[in-house]
Nanobody
């Protein structure tokens, strides 16, 4: 069973930056697309960014375009989410997830394994 462990969350002021990391336990991680989701209190979990198996294609939700960058290092079985110009509305628990496919998936139901989540809090 694949295990995903997120790290890098924390408290930051508006305008600041954070980098989230997600380490996978399986070497086969490099064959599959990954996603970063977030869930704020009282809201549905949403896809923030996705990346295909090779890293050659990425997806971003409109609210983070130009501020967030997803990347992966398949030699380290790790996917990253670099976040700049953070806003209070970015506050949420952030989850990484893997889908058993090479292409980016956009629905929560398409992802097979999830990390435990890491809290990101942006103060105004």
């Amino acid at each position: 069973q694949v295990q995903l462990v997120e790290s890098g969350g924390g408290l930051v002021q508006a305008g600041g930056s954070l980098r989230l990391s997600c380490a996978a336990s399986e070497r086969t991680f490099s064959s599959y697309a990954m996603g970063w989701f977030r869930q704020a209190p009282g809201k549905e979990r949403e896809l923030v960014a996705g990346i295909n198996w090779s890293g050659g294609r990425t997806y971003y939700t409109d609210s983070v375009k130009g501020r967030f960058t997803i990347s992966r290092d398949n030699t380290k079985n790790t996917v990253y989410l670099q976040m700049h110009s953070l806003k209070p509305e970015d506050t949420a628990v952030y989850y990484c997830a893997v889908t058993w496919g090479q292409r980016i998936a956009v629905r929560v139901s398409e992802y097979n394994y999830w990390g435990q989540g890491t809290q990101v809090t942006v103060s105004s």
